[in-house]
């Protein structure tokens, strides 16, 4: 983000709300600039929209500025880091096949969020709807026809700094791909193991058996 329009929220999450006349004070600019700045941050759903402030004294009344909710995904987290200790404490804690199960009900929980596949459902449909959940989680993915099936890929994956030392996540990505699709593909790439993305094999289970007849 623009350093200026970084440093305005910078401002406004510790003060709460603030004026232009605040902001233009604080940043050494005038309101016209200030004001730029604000619409920009206004129109990224970043900021909302301009609240009356009431005078002690005589005057033309003021308006005070706040952030949204959204903001709050600008300013730094620590969710991996979270994450790795409630894995190592967990890990700890509860034998392999409990922590299995525990990922099987993540992973169960997720996948309830698409339609399960129905028996008429092609596997192209299936894969597009798996497609269009994975990208709404961050994944990058898509995917092709190859021979004798179909080759998944994905380019991002939400886990990657917990996979060194935690590969759950990718026992929980196999259990929730194979819950939407119906099946369970093959893992031939991933980034666990150093490649750059994730790619899985997808059977096409109507070609086999048209060839086994």
Request: a positive charge; glycine letters at 6%.
């Amino acid at each position: 983000m623009q350093a200026t329009r970084q440093r305005i929220m910078e401002i406004l999450r510790e003060r709460n709300t603030a004026t232009v006349d605040e902001l233009g004070t604080a940043l050494k600019l005038t309101s016209v600039t200030v004001r730029h700045h604000l619409d920009i941050l206004r129109s990224e759903g970043l900021v909302q929209a301009p609240q009356v402030k009431r005078r002690e004294s005589p005057g033309r009344p003021q308006h005070v500025y706040a952030l949204t909710e959204t903001a709050d995904e600008h300013f730094p987290k620590n969710y991996a880091g979270f994450s790795k200790l409630m894995l190592h404490e967990v890990r700890g804690r509860v034998e392999p096949k409990e922590l299995d199960s525990i990922l099987a009900g993540m992973a169960q929980r997720l996948s309830e969020q698409v339609p399960s596949p129905q028996p008429s459902d092609t596997m192209p449909q299936r894969l597009d709807r798996l497609i269009k959940f994975l990208n709404a989680k961050g994944y990058l993915a898509r995917w092709r026809r190859g021979e004798g099936g179909f080759v998944l890929q994905a380019l991002n994956c939400p886990y990657h700094a917990l996979l060194h030392e935690h590969p759950e996540p990718c026992v929980m990505d196999m259990s929730m791909i194979s819950r939407i699709l119906g099946q369970t593909p093959e893992r031939v790439e991933s980034m666990a193991d150093g490649s750059h993305l994730c790619t899985y094999l997808v059977k096409d289970k109507k070609t086999e058996a048209a060839a086994s007849h």
